[in-house]
């Protein structure tokens, strides 16, 4: 910490030039901060007691080395706060009473010197809390609030708000601005300069909250959510690397777009996944007709496959009588099937019930054998009673082993099995359609759909308790099943979620209308919802187009606000179509940024090889600095300028094509071009 000092004379250039002395010093107390761990992971072995501590300190100081790399174009800080009497808040938000004065800078890391005075605070530190939620009005102690500006990594500005005299830029802070609108090239950047007052608020919940965001296109919820699970990772270190931090997204493609941030922010171990790599059980290698694959992703199944499971539990019809070499004991069918009735009332995981029967019958049996001998048997006794043929004929019987792959095997293959676990959830209809036309003749050849994965989960988290994760992130949630909902529900039922969506970009046959159903599939009916309606992303003209999609789409969610008056929108009807995204594509690269063809499934492959011909060279990676994306997978990414195809095209590929064509309008960020030979969808001429 250093004192702020008060020199009224000073110059721009002396100021700036102080500045840009304190990142150099901070570079290399950073750089002395990794040489020290470095140190120290070279001599660890020295240190640890045993090979497996050494193996453990190991892991500790390398992960602890990585945290601590620097990247020269990415700013150590961007903000600095001069306080007069900040109260210092736990991380909870509440206050000690310790008041802090001083000069202090904001950045995405810890920086402190040889004697440990810190240089740079961490942004999710709780002093830092008041660079983001400090206002003239409510200025939290803070006297100065600086901005900074960097050109590939160079310090080359410095805006203040002086808000002790009552001054604030708010939306009209020019660094701010630069921030935001900063071209878009590559993968998604964090945005811990630019977090809003109303997204911190969201991104320091605590652990235990479960929080739903209903974000309209450019406000910002996935980088909510990514900085959230950084925020956590901050606080709950140790308990989450136990438990473990889950981002859940929409695609490959999506995951790939957002995989730069967490490392960005220090945090390494953050694992991502799709939902249908979270449930799958090997490949899906079959598929499903339209209507079966909507009724395997229903609730309704849930049901359907307990009823189905446990209708292999039945009440023994006699006795058991064990030999042990020496004597034979008996139990009675009475007494078993009252073991077998209080274990199933018990709740527990199938397969957790079928040996907790065995448990007790071989309980009986040694208690008959210590009231025989006058003392108990050895374990060794205890475990060949528990595998003798008489027992193992009654557990058989009673309380048959069972796999997800079998069940659903013997479900999917017979219609009067499906009938029996079905009745008065599935009509005769839905029921016929999940029937296999031709049934595979072992569960082991069975051709899954990633339909069926999510029935499998089901089984399984019926079978046995999946692990559980401290904290899930699930982005587009809109489009999860409520049996994918289910699924996670089942690994999270200790821990919380932080669901990020909107329901009018919903294009899957099961997207949600409302966020209520979702939270309570998810097994968090109290979590709160929370609006974002205000995009600092999207501009303004791009916007009020997609808002005019909104009453055609059947969800009440309020319509998009943007801050920005800065983009472009042309709707240009064209005879050649890929001569005129050629063009397109041309006159979008004079200027800096991204640029997104945006086009039906169908037509994709073909425009992308007509850029190439005509020299442009579209990426492989949908993140590059020129991408052909397909309608389907341009969920959660983003471009400077966008070229969409053919409207119409978008709509008519599919039952949602409306939704669709809404979530495609909003991925540019600067410049938005509509090329069509086709008319307009009428939701666009209204």
């Not at 300190?57 to 150590?76: F, Y």
């Not at 790939?256 to 059980?281: F, K, M």
């Not at 007790?360 to 374990?379: D, M, N, W, Y």
């Not at 089984?459 to 899930?472: D, K, Y």
């Amino acid at each position: 910490m250093t004192e702020p000092t008060h020199t009224p004379a000073q110059d721009l250039h002396t100021e700036l030039t102080a500045e840009r002395d304190h990142l150099a010093a901070s570079r290399a107390a950073l750089h002395a901060m990794r040489m020290r761990a470095e140190q120290m992971y070279a001599a660890g072995h020295t240190v640890a007691g045993d090979p497996f501590a050494a193996e453990m300190l190991g892991i500790a100081l390398a992960r602890r080395v990585a945290e601590l790399a620097d990247s020269q174009t990415t700013p150590l800080f961007f903000g600095r706060l001069d306080l007069d009497g900040a109260t210092v808040a736990d991380d909870t938000g509440a206050e000690h009473g310790e008041v802090v004065r001083g000069r202090f800078y904001v950045g995405r890391r810890h920086v402190s010197d040889d004697a440990g005075e810190p240089m740079v605070l961490d942004w999710r530190a709780p002093l830092s809390r008041t660079f983001y939620r400090a206002s003239a009005s409510a200025r939290l102690g803070v006297t100065t609030r600086r901005r900074f500006g960097f050109n590939d990594g160079r310090l080359t500005s410095f805006e203040d708000e002086r808000l002790s005299l009552g001054q604030e830029l708010g939306s009209a802070s020019r660094l701010l601005t630069e921030e935001i609108e900063r071209p878009r090239v590559g993968p998604m950047r964090d945005i811990v300069a630019t977090i809003q007052p109303e997204q911190d608020e969201l991104v320091r919940a605590p652990l235990e909250v479960s929080i739903c965001v209903q974000g309209a296109p450019g406000t910002g919820k996935t980088a909510v959510g990514l900085h959230r699970a950084a925020f956590l990772l901050y606080l709950h270190r140790e308990r989450l690397r136990r438990s473990g931090v889950l981002i859940v997204g929409p695609n490959s493609a999506f995951l790939g777009y957002i995989a730069a941030v967490l490392p960005a922010l220090g945090e390494l171990e953050v694992a991502q996944s799709t939902i249908d790599e979270v449930i799958a059980r090997g490949p899906a290698r079959g598929a499903d007709g339209a209507t079966s694959q909507v009724i395997k992703h229903d609730a309704r199944m849930a049901e359907v496959l307990r009823r189905a499971l446990w209708a292999k539990v039945t009440r023994p019809e006699g006795p058991i009588q064990v030999s042990d070499g020496s004597y034979r004991w008996r139990v009675d069918a009475g007494v078993l099937a009252r073991i077998v009735d209080d274990v199933r009332r018990e709740g527990l995981p199938y397969a957790l019930g079928r040996d907790r029967v065995r448990a007790r019958v071989v309980a009986l049996l040694q208690l008959q054998a210590e009231s025989r001998a006058g003392e108990s048997p050895t374990e060794a006794w205890q475990r060949r009673m528990g595998r003798s043929k008489p027992v193992a004929e009654f557990l058989d019987g009673c309380w048959p082993a069972a796999t997800p792959e079998r069940l659903l095997w013997e479900l999917l293959s017979d219609a009067r099995r499906l009938a029996a676990a079905a009745g008065g959830l599935l009509t005769d209809a839905e029921q016929a359609a999940l029937v296999w036309a031709k049934p595979a003749r072992t569960p082991r050849s069975a051709r899954w759909s990633a339909a069926d994965m999510v029935l499998l989960d089901e089984l399984a988290g019926l079978i046995e308790r999946p692990a559980s994760l401290g904290h899930v992130i699930l982005d587009e949630a809109q489009d999860l099943s409520p049996m994918q909902c289910r699924a996670i529900a089942r690994r999270t039922p200790h821990g919380s979620v932080t669901v990020l969506g909107d329901l009018a970009q919903g294009t899957s046959p099961w997207a949600a209308a409302d966020w209520a159903d979702t939270m309570a599939h998810l097994g968090k009916p109290d979590a709160g919802i929370v609006p974002l309606t205000t995009g600092f992303r999207v501009p303004h003209v791009v916007v009020e187009l997609a808002n005019r999609l909104l009453p055609f789409l059947g969800v009440n969610v309020p319509g998009g606000v943007s801050l920005r008056h800065d983009g472009e929108l042309t709707i240009t009807a064209v005879d050649d179509l890929t001569t005129a995204v050629v063009a397109e594509v041309r006159r979008a690269g004079q200027q800096p940024g991204s640029i997104g063809v945006i086009a039906p499934d169908a037509l994709a492959a073909g425009l992308r090889d007509a850029l190439t011909a005509a020299g442009e060279t579209p990426g492989v990676e949908v993140g590059g600095p020129l991408a052909v994306v397909p309608a389907t997978v341009a969920k959660g990414l983003e471009y400077d300028h966008v070229v969409v195809v053919e409207p119409a095209v978008i709509v008519g590929a599919e039952e949602r094509g409306l939704h669709r064509l809404y979530v495609v309008l909003t991925r540019a960020v600067s410049r938005l071009s509509i090329l069509h030979t086709e008319p307009l969808p009428v939701a666009l001429t209204v």
